[in-house]
């Protein structure tokens, strides 16, 4: 298996652009995650969805934050406008069970997007 | 606020020692129990999962649950320079999201 697929890796961007994330869980995952990672902050779940359906978006930091989940094998984060407090790292992770408890909740992260807002 | 607390470190072991990790958590009705490890730039990787009380081992690793204290270790045995990494206790909520601690780094010595 390919594992989880984040694209772009890097994303450097001015202040007041459009930044779209993207993700490919891994196939049969049922729930996927977006996550942020900062020094100061650590990891922070931003939205979660199970069966394409976003379940909790309470971690999504402000309006400007926007998820996605048309299929089960892709994902999109978009952030509009961008603020340099946005840079951080984003992770995209999937799991296969969610809800059921146990191994299930086993999360599996992609690389990770690192963005830089200038 | 369901919480999950590590120290942050950096923990410091020479090489061939044992490191322990600590994390306890707030939640008692909480059932499963994760360790991650992320090395610098990477992603968090699943390292140990446990369930019940007592001691799992995993090769060179061991996870300690402690229900009724509501604290979980890992154990390194004779840990090696590429051990040094960012350790993650990450514990599920009721709605089975991951709550996570914010890591301890831990430096092996040669």
């Known amino acids: 298996d390919a594992g989880v697929i984040q694209s772009p890796r890097h994303e450097v961007t001015e202040m007041g652009q459009e930044v779209t994330l993207r993700c490919k869980p891994i196939s049969g995952h049922n729930s996927l995650f977006w996550y942020r990672q900062t020094m100061m902050r650590g990891l922070e779940l931003l939205i979660y969805?199970?069966?394409?359906?976003?379940?909790?978006d309470s971690g999504m930091p402000e309006d400007r934050f926007s998820a996605k989940m048309p299929n089960a094998s892709f994902s999109t984060l978009k952030i509009q406008p961008s603020e340099p407090r946005d840079s951080a790292v984003y992770f995209c992770?999937?799991?296969?069970?969610?809800?059921?408890?146990?191994?299930?909740?086993?999360?599996?992260f992609g690389p990770g997007t690192r963005l830089t807002v200038l | 606020q369901k919480e999950v607390e590590q120290n942050s470190g950096p923990l410091s072991v020479p090489e061939g020692a044992i490191a322990s990790l600590n994390c306890t958590y707030s939640d008692r009705g909480s059932q499963s129990f994760f360790w991650y490890r992320q090395y610098s730039g990477k992603s968090p990787e699943l390292i140990m999962s446990i369930y019940s009380n007592g001691d799992k081992e995993d090769g060179r690793f061991t996870a300690q649950l402690n229900k009724a204290s509501q604290y979980v270790s890992l154990l390194i045995r004779d840990s090696q320079p590429s051990d040094s990494a960012t350790y993650l206790c990450?514990?599920?909520?009721?709605?089975?999201?991951?709550?996570w601690g914010a890591g301890t780094k831990l430096i092996i010595k040669p």
């Open positions: 992770a999937s799991s296969n069970g969610v809800g059921t408890g146990g191994s299930t909740d086993t999360q599996y």
């Open positions: 990450a514990v599920p909520d009721s709605n089975y999201q991951l709550i």
């Open positions: 969805f199970n069966n394409n359906v976003p379940i909790d």
